[in-house]
């Protein structure tokens, strides 16, 4: 009998043959259906045990003529073929894991034990098995396994030995050579079914002979702890070469798959094969598809698509920034999906350049963490105002800023950030307002050295707001390598410029406060700038600015109830 049974992210299945020697062909095929705690790897209950008995179709009677008369010249050559198929159903088992972020902990193994009471053999193993319908299909008919034109081509000779043998190896003969040894064979099988996101399968004969299939799973993995880990099968000519390869580049670690060639050279080392040629020339082709084919699912499924880079983004930003190919990065990038100024639908690199308005030479876009925070932004209120009919891409994503930064340009189309002025805005042939000499004085000499302080040319409702040579990198470098900076450390890098809007009343109001409480007007100073800061997106931690909060809280509720009194 051949039974499997299955834990919740993998397959067990034992061969119980009798050891009886029979030409009956005739399988039974009993149904095992487990609940849900059966899934898990502390039990396993069967709640409908039914069988039905199936003949044989004649082609597969046909075989088992030829298994019993010509294929074999020793009968214990089963044992090879059952073990075999052992093997590969482990493999399947390796390749489900891979799709799924729920892991067994049940061992790869194979085990085999004998039973002289009862005549039987127990071939036992945790890899994957089949379903009911699966079953029915497959053991019964030979249809889907290729070798009906083998067993026609035998004609009515199975003596022919030439002949015979070439049917090893071209399909799954391993099941039916129990029937050398075996009266019965009864299977039992549990199957889990795998549940990718997208499927690609993906066969060529140039420039490399590739027959492929990859997975994209429906959870994500974690982003950070699969960093190093191989995803990808890797078999020539029917032997694994590496069972974690690493043909793909890292960015695609959230890739599960297959891939066999035949051109890879069988003398492949297993410890370092992405080294040679042909793997990576086989890794260059089978990225170009992958990446290809998720540019078809973009267009084909733009909903299902959405919810992809929903998950996955982060994956596809890490691919544009350390992809070295300027081409290559570009068909990444496309793959990217902004929220825009537009409307509430997402959209990516091309549907942004497909609908530019007439004139436009540039790509825009504002960094913020939400899209509210976006819209209300100072800086897109002043380039709403200059360019009011263009579109501008809201970059949510914490690596955003970096993305954008690196790619720097798409279809020949400048990137450009909305809060860079001297590169976007063309700034208004007016020059500064030096009216406001004596206040901009006094807010230069209560701050921070670093900082300088000019009147604004643009138009915005804010007090303030913060420019410093590329705003994108700043921000980049204030959340990695200057992280554990102190605050003037920082400071000395960013350079911030405090572009002041001097027909907001706080500046009527701190002039006029100063010369009857000198501190509060000193902590309004410290508010605007803190504030422009925050805008910016140049204060990581908001728990910063707090104290000059409470400070000036206190300080207006003294000033105001001496006042009253």
Same mark, same amino acid.
């Not at 004998?114 to 009911?132: E, H, K, L, Q, R």
């Not at 399909?171 to 099988?189: H, R, W």
């Not at 994500?220 to 191989?230: H, I």
């Given at each position: 009998?051949?039974?499997?049974?299955?834990?919740?992210?993998?397959?067990?299945?034992?061969?119980?043959?009798?050891?009886?020697?029979?030409?009956?062909?005739?399988?039974?095929?009993?149904?095992?259906?487990?609940?849900?705690?059966?899934?898990?790897?502390?039990?396993?209950?069967?709640?409908?045990? $039914?069988?039905?008995?199936?003949?044989?179709?004649?082609?597969?009677?046909?075989?088992?003529?030829?298994?019993?008369?010509?294929?074999?010249?020793?009968?214990?050559?089963?044992?090879?073929?059952?073990?075999?198929?052992?093997?590969?159903?482990?493999?399947?088992?390796?390749?489900?894991?891979?799709?799924?972020?729920?892991?067994?902990?049940?061992?790869? #193994?194979?085990?085999?034990?004998?039973?002289?009471?009862?005549?039987?053999?127990?071939?036992?193993?945790?890899?994957?098995?089949?379903?009911?319908?699966?079953?029915?299909?497959?053991?019964?008919?030979?249809?889907?396994?290729?070798?009906?034109?083998?067993?026609?081509?035998?004609?009515?000779?199975?003596?022919?030995?030439?002949?015979?043998?070439?049917?090893?190896? $071209?399909?799954?003969?391993?099941?039916?050579?129990?029937?050398?040894?075996?009266?019965?064979?009864?299977?039992?099988?549990?199957?889990?079914?795998?549940?990718?996101?997208?499927?690609?399968?993906?066969?060529?004969?140039?420039?490399?002979?590739?027959?492929?299939?990859?997975?994209?799973? +429906?959870?994500?993995?974690?982003?950070?702890?699969?960093?190093?880990?191989? $995803?990808?099968?890797?078999?020539?000519?029917?032997?694994?070469?590496?069972?974690? +390869?690493?043909?793909?580049?890292?960015?695609?670690?959230?890739?599960?798959?297959?891939?066999?060639?035949?051109?890879?050279?069988?003398?492949?080392?297993? #410890?370092?094969?992405?080294?040679?040629?042909?793997?990576?020339?086989?890794?260059?082709?089978?990225?170009?598809?992958?990446?290809?084919?998720?540019?078809?699912?973009?267009?084909?499924?733009?909903?299902?698509?959405?919810?992809?880079?929903?998950?996955?983004?982060?994956?596809?930003?890490?691919?544009?920034?350390?992809?070295?190919?300027?081409?290559?990065?570009?068909?990444?990038?496309?793959?990217?999906?902004?929220?825009?100024?537009?409307?509430?639908?997402?959209?990516?690199?091309?549907?942004?350049?497909?609908?530019?308005?007439?004139?436009?030479?540039?790509?825009?876009?504002?960094?913020?963490?939400?899209?509210?925070?976006?819209?209300?932004?100072?800086?897109? #209120?002043?380039?709403?105002?200059?360019?009011?009919?263009?579109?501008?891409?809201?970059?949510?994503?914490?690596?955003?800023?970096?993305?954008?930064?690196?790619?720097?340009?798409?279809?020949?189309?400048?990137?450009?950030?909305?809060?860079?002025?001297?590169?976007?805005?063309?700034?208004?042939?007016?020059?500064?307002?030096?009216?406001?000499?004596?206040?901009?004085?006094?807010?230069?000499?209560?701050?921070?050295? #670093?900082?300088?302080?000019?009147?604004?040319?643009?138009?915005?409702?804010?007090?303030?707001?913060?420019?410093?040579?590329?705003?994108?990198?700043?921000?980049?470098?204030?959340?990695?390598?200057?992280?554990?900076?102190?605050?003037?450390?920082?400071?000395?890098?960013?350079?911030?410029?405090?572009?002041?809007?001097?027909?907001?009343?706080?500046?009527?109001?701190?002039?006029?406060?100063?010369?009857?409480?000198?501190?509060?007007?000193?902590?309004?100073?410290?508010?605007?700038?803190?504030?422009?800061?925050?805008?910016?997106?140049?204060?990581?931690?908001?728990?910063?600015?707090?104290?000059?909060?409470?400070?000036?809280?206190?300080?207006?509720?003294?000033?105001?109830?001496?006042?009253?009194?």
């Amino acid at each position: 009998m051949f039974c499997r049974r299955f834990s919740a992210r993998s397959f067990q299945r034992a061969i119980f043959i009798n050891s009886a020697v029979s030409k009956s062909f005739t399988v039974s095929l009993s149904r095992c259906l487990f609940n849900s705690a059966a899934l898990s790897n502390k039990s396993e209950t069967v709640v409908d045990n $039914q069988s039905s008995k199936y003949h044989f179709v004649a082609e597969t009677r046909r075989l088992l003529d030829i298994l019993s008369t010509s294929l074999y010249s020793e009968k214990d050559v089963f044992i090879r073929e059952l073990l075999a198929n052992c093997s590969d159903a482990l493999e399947r088992r390796r390749l489900d894991n891979l799709t799924s972020a729920e892991q067994s902990e049940k061992p790869f #193994e194979i085990q085999v034990t004998t039973d002289d009471v009862n005549g039987t053999i127990t071939i036992y193993d945790t890899g994957v098995g089949m379903s009911y319908d699966d079953l029915k299909q497959n053991l019964g008919t030979i249809a889907r396994s290729g070798s009906r034109d083998v067993v026609q081509k035998l004609g009515g000779d199975v003596s022919d030995t030439s002949k015979a043998n070439s049917i090893i190896g $071209q399909f799954g003969v391993g099941f039916y050579s129990a029937f050398l040894v075996a009266s019965k064979v009864q299977v039992f099988s549990r199957v889990h079914n795998r549940k990718p996101r997208f499927t690609l399968v993906y066969k060529a004969e140039a420039p490399l002979d590739i027959k492929s299939v990859f997975y994209v799973p +429906s959870e994500k993995p974690a982003w950070f702890t699969t960093r190093e880990l191989g $995803q990808i099968s890797l078999y020539c000519r029917r032997i694994l070469i590496q069972s974690e +390869s690493k043909i793909l580049p890292p960015w695609m670690r959230f890739i599960r798959g297959v891939v066999s060639s035949d051109d890879l050279p069988l003398s492949l080392s297993r #410890e370092n094969p992405q080294k040679t040629d042909v793997v990576a020339k086989l890794g260059n082709v089978v990225v170009a598809k992958i990446i290809s084919y998720l540019q078809k699912r973009a267009e084909k499924q733009p909903n299902e698509f959405e919810t992809f880079v929903k998950d996955y983004g982060m994956f596809i930003s890490e691919g544009v920034v350390t992809t070295e190919d300027a081409a290559q990065r570009e068909k990444i990038a496309s793959l990217l999906r902004f929220d825009t100024s537009r409307d509430s639908n997402k959209v990516g690199l091309d549907g942004y350049a497909d609908r530019m308005v007439a004139g436009q030479r540039s790509i825009y876009y504002l960094a913020a963490p939400s899209y509210e925070l976006a819209e209300s932004s100072p800086y897109f #209120e002043a380039f709403k105002q200059k360019h009011p009919e263009t579109e501008v891409l809201f970059a949510h994503n914490q690596y955003d800023d970096l993305v954008m930064h690196q790619l720097s340009s798409y279809r020949g189309y400048k990137i450009l950030n909305i809060e860079n002025e001297a590169d976007t805005l063309n700034k208004d042939s007016k020059t500064e307002d030096t009216s406001f000499s004596e206040i901009q004085k006094f807010l230069k000499d209560n701050l921070p050295a #670093e900082v300088d302080v000019h009147s604004s040319t643009r138009n915005f409702s804010a007090p303030a707001v913060i420019t410093s040579g590329d705003m994108s990198l700043a921000r980049h470098l204030l959340r990695t390598s200057l992280r554990e900076q102190s605050f003037s450390e920082k400071l000395k890098f960013v350079r911030p410029v405090l572009e002041c809007n001097y027909s907001h009343p706080v500046f009527d109001a701190i002039n006029k406060v100063r010369s009857h409480n000198e501190d509060l007007a000193k902590l309004l100073v410290k508010e605007i700038f803190d504030s422009a800061m925050m805008s910016a997106g140049l204060v990581e931690d908001p728990r910063l600015v707090v104290s000059n909060i409470n400070s000036l809280l206190e300080t207006v509720s003294k000033f105001i109830n001496e006042k009253i009194e």
